[in-house]
């Protein structure tokens, strides 16, 4: 009888033990076939990767920000970049575009900062309370809100005062952390990013803090990168962002 039961109980820690094999064969394979589909067969949106015509410009300027001590060893900005965006917009009259990474007033708590994220802000409620129908488009990154943890001042502002703001999709890119976001798809995508923040922000000291949960979503490494900013008389292709640090 003892024999009996010793040759059931190995043949149960057998069969548990194929089962464990082939649970985590499938699993390989799943993570795998994810892996593959989100970096090399995912369909990217439609016109985001856009071959148009060439034409050629004559009346193009390139503008530069400059930071340097002066004779008293005192910093000295120039930011002619921002100079230029806010002048484009006190010219619109139609639309005004504006795609931008950062943009945000949260610091490492370091003084005396340019306002950048603010004064752009006042620049776009400005010329829309001067022309009501303007039509201002607001294109922003995710990583603003540290994926859902809170909302900037400024993009509240924005909003309040009738400016479209809109989140980039990252969800829509192919991955770019593959192992890590195919585990993070399948198990933990589900639980969203709603509470409320207890870790750490890793963006800046004086910052909200952020949720586990969001924290999760941006180790997926996802980013709109953009600085755009066209209205109905010019364009600008920009390499600073609004942030204030």
């Known amino acids: 009888m003892k024999k009996y039961g010793a040759r059931v109980q190995e043949k149960f820690k057998t ?3 194929k089962k464990r094999v082939w649970t985590l064969l499938v699993l390989v394979v799943v ?3 994810m892996i593959f589909y989100h970096t090399s067969y995912k369909a990217l949106p439609e016109g985001l990767s856009y ?45 005004v575009v504006i795609d931008m990474f950062f943009f945000n007033s ?36 995710r990583v603003n809100t540290v994926y859902d943890s809170y909302q900037p001042k400024e993009i509240e502002r924005l909003r309040n005062h009738d400016i479209d703001v809109v989140m980039t999709s990252l969800e829509e890119l192919r991955d770019s952390n593959p192992l890590y976001s195919s585990v993070w798809r399948l198990f933990f ?17 004086d910052a909200p803090e952020v949720t586990f949960r969001s924290y999760m979503d941006m180790m997926n490494i996802k980013a709109n990168h953009r600085k755009t900013v066209v209205t109905e008389k010019e364009a600008m292709v920009s390499s600073a962002n609004p942030h204030d640090i």
């Open 15 to 17: 069969a548990l033990s």
């Open 31 to 33: 993570l795998a076939g």
């Open 51 to 95: 071959e148009g015509d060439v034409h050629e410009l004559e009346d193009i300027e390139f503008i530069y920000n400059l930071t340097y001590p002066d004779p008293e060893g005192e910093s000295v900005q120039e930011l002619r970049i921002f100079d230029e965006v806010n002048d484009m917009i006190s010219k619109a009259e139609e639309f």
């Open 106 to 141: 949260y610091t490492d708590g370091i003084e005396g900062l340019p306002e950048l994220s603010g004064n752009l802000a006042d620049a776009l409620i400005a010329q829309k309370k001067k022309h009501p129908d303007l039509k201002v488009v607001f294109i922003t990154d």
């Open 189 to 205: 995508q589900w639980f969203g990013q709603e509470g409320n923040g207890w870790i750490p922000n890793p963006m800046a000291s």
